[in-house]
C-alpha cells in the first residue's frame, strides 16, 4: 500500500501551467495586440460554455476508451478514477498525452495489477485514442481536401504529404517493434537492454491494440474517436467565440491534427505554437486564430484539472483495495 502523501506532489502548481498563464497573460498584456485582448475580451459567453462542455464530453469519452482497455481487470470505478486523474496530470505534464498514462501505469503497479498488464494496456490505449484515431483523421481528412470530397483548398503538399506521412510513420513503428530481435539473454549494455525492454513493450502494446480493435467494441470506438472530435469541437466553438467560422472542414480537421504535434515537446508555449503556426499556414487570421486558441487553452486546461482531482480521489481509494486472485479485480477491504 502506498501513503498518500506520495501523491501530494500532483496538488503543487505546475511550472508547465504557471508557463500557460504567463503566455496568456503576455498575449494580452503586451502593447500592440489590442486587436488580440478586443476578441479575448469580447468573445461570446455562450460558446465559451459550449467550448467547456465539450471539453468535458472529451475527457468523459477518454474514460470510456480507458474502460474498454482495462476490462476486466478493473471495475468501472477505478478505470473511471485512473482515466480521470490520467487527464488531469496531461496538463500538469503536456507530453502529448503520455505524462497522464505513465502516471497511471505507476499507479496500477502499486495497486496490485500486473506491471506486464498495466504497460501493454496503456502502450495499446495510446496507439488507439491518439496515433490511430489521428493517423485516421489525418488520412480521411487529406484525402477528403484533396479529391474535393470535404470542404477546404491546400496544395497537395498540405493536403495528401500529410495523409502519407502518417501513414508511414505507423508502418516504420509497427515494422521496427515486430522485426527488433528478441532475445532471452540481456544484453551487457545499458542502453541496448533498454532498447530491448522498449520494442517488447511496444509489441505487446500493439498486440493488445490489435486484439482490442478486431473486438470491435463499439464503446471502445465511440470513446477514442469523441475523444479526439470533441476536442476539435472545442476549439471550433473557441474560433465561435471569437466571431470567426474557422477554417472548413477538411482543412480544419488537418490543422488541428498536425498542430497538435507541438504537444509531444513538453516545453511553453509548444502546443500553442504549433497550433498557431498550423493554422496560419492554412489560411486562418493570425489574430482570430490566436484569440481561438488562448480561449481554447484555457478549456482545455481547465476543465480536465477538477475531474483529475476527482479521480485523484478515487484513486487514493485503489490503492486501499486488495486485488482478488480469482477474478483480477479490485476488491474494498471491509474496515
Same mark, same amino acid.
Given at each position: 500500500?502506498? &501513503?498518500?502523501?506520495?501523491?501530494? %506532489? ?5 511550472t508547465?501551467? &504557471? ?23 469580447g ?5 465559451? #460554455?459550449?467550448?467547456?462542455?465539450l ?32 487527464q488531469?496530470?496531461?496538463v ?11 502516471? =497511471?501505469? =505507476? ?8 506491471? +506486464? ?13 491518439a496515433?490511430?484515431? &489521428?493517423?485516421?483523421? #489525418? #488520412?480521411?481528412?487529406?484525402?477528403g =481536401? ?5 470542404? +477546404? ?22 515494422? *521496427? ?6 532475445? &532471452? ?33 463499439? *464503446?471502445?470506438? @465511440? +470513446?477514442?474517436?469523441?475523444?479526439? !472530435? ?11 467565440a ?15 491534427m498536425?498542430?497538435? #504535434?507541438?504537444?509531444? =515537446?513538453s516545453?511553453?508555449?509548444t502546443? $500553442? ?13 493570425l ?9 481554447? %487553452? ?8 477538477? !475531474?483529475? !482531482?476527482?479521480? *485523484? ?5 485503489? @490503492?486501499? $483495495? $486488495?486485488?482478488?486472485?480469482?477474478? +483480477?479485480?479490485?476488491? @474494498?477491504?471491509? %474496515?
Amino acid at each position: 500500500m502506498t &501513503n498518500s502523501s506520495s501523491y501530494t %506532489r500532483w496538488k503543487r502548481p505546475s511550472t508547465a501551467l &504557471n508557463h500557460r498563464g504567463l503566455i496568456v497573460l503576455a498575449l494580452c498584456g503586451l502593447p500592440g495586440l489590442d486587436a488580440l485582448r478586443a476578441r479575448v475580451t469580447g468573445a461570446q459567453t455562450g460558446w465559451i #460554455v459550449a467550448c467547456g462542455a465539450l471539453e468535458v464530453a472529451s475527457v468523459l469519452s477518454f474514460v470510456i476508451a480507458f474502460r474498454c482497455a482495462v476490462a476486466p481487470r478493473l471495475g468501472g470505478r477505478g478505470a473511471a478514477s485512473l482515466a480521470l486523474t490520467a487527464q488531469g496530470v496531461n496538463v500538469l505534464v503536456p507530453a502529448g498525452g503520455t505524462g497522464g498514462l505513465a502516471a =497511471v501505469t =505507476v499507479v496500477m503497479t502499486r495497486a496490485g495489477i500486473p506491471r +506486464g498488464f498495466a504497460l501493454s494496456r496503456m502502450i495499446a490505449l495510446f496507439l488507439i485514442t491518439a496515433v490511430a484515431t &489521428n493517423v485516421t483523421l #489525418v #488520412v480521411v481528412a487529406g484525402i477528403g =481536401v484533396a479529391t474535393g470530397l470535404l470542404p +477546404g483548398h491546400a496544395p497537395l503538399t498540405l493536403s495528401l504529404v500529410p495523409a502519407a506521412a502518417a501513414v508511414l510513420l505507423v508502418a516504420v513503428i509497427a515494422y *521496427l517493434a515486430r522485426r527488433w530481435p528478441e532475445t &532471452n539473454a540481456p544484453s551487457t549494455s545499458r542502453w541496448r537492454r533498454l532498447a530491448q525492454v522498449t520494442a517488447t513493450h511496444l509489441r505487446e502494446g500493439l498486440t493488445w491494440s490489435a486484439q482490442l480493435l478486431r473486438a470491435r467494441d463499439p *464503446l471502445l470506438i @465511440l +470513446g477514442s474517436l469523441g475523444f479526439v !472530435l470533441f476536442d476539435l469541437g472545442a476549439l471550433a466553438a473557441a474560433f465561435r467565440a471569437v466571431g470567426s467560422s474557422g477554417l472548413p472542414l477538411g482543412t480544419m480537421v488537418l490543422s488541428y491534427m498536425l498542430g497538435q #504535434v507541438g504537444s509531444i =515537446v513538453s516545453l511553453p508555449g509548444t502546443t $500553442e505554437g504549433g497550433l498557431l503556426g498550423v493554422f496560419v499556414l492554412y489560411g486562418a487570421p493570425l489574430t482570430v486564430t490566436a484569440s481561438a486558441i488562448l480561449i481554447y %487553452r484555457a478549456a482545455q486546461s481547465l476543465i480536465p484539472l477538477p !475531474l483529475g !482531482l476527482v479521480g *485523484l480521489v478515487g484513486v487514493r481509494r485503489l @490503492l486501499g $483495495e $486488495e486485488l482478488s486472485p480469482a477474478e +483480477g479485480t479490485p476488491r @474494498l477491504e471491509a %474496515r
